[in-house]
């Protein structure tokens, strides 16, 4: 799924934005076997004004995986809320 992985973000700015990540449970169960795989100790998913940026953090580095368009990132927020049974409806305040 992620066919794409760099620690050069020169390298990863001409990689085309993914419109369609597919089904979001799939996509979300992969990139944390992929974590998992390169023993990654963080999850970055950062929001840009183009796009939205998913890198790894393994052993003090970056490695860029994906850019997702932001209709994809609202897809990804909510699985990720719902897989730490917070409320998918609240945006506005902090939830523990």
Known sequence: ???????????FD???????????????????????????????IEPTRDYVLIRLRESGDFIYVDKIAHDEYAKLLSRLKIMSSLRIDEKQKPQD
């Open 1 to 11: 799924m992620f066919e794409y992985k760099t620690k050069k973000q020169k390298e």
């Open 14 to 44: 001409n990689v085309n934005i993914n419109g369609d990540v597919g089904d979001i449970t799939e996509y979300t169960t992969s990139l944390f076997n992929l974590a998992i795989e390169l023993k990654a100790s963080d999850i970055h």
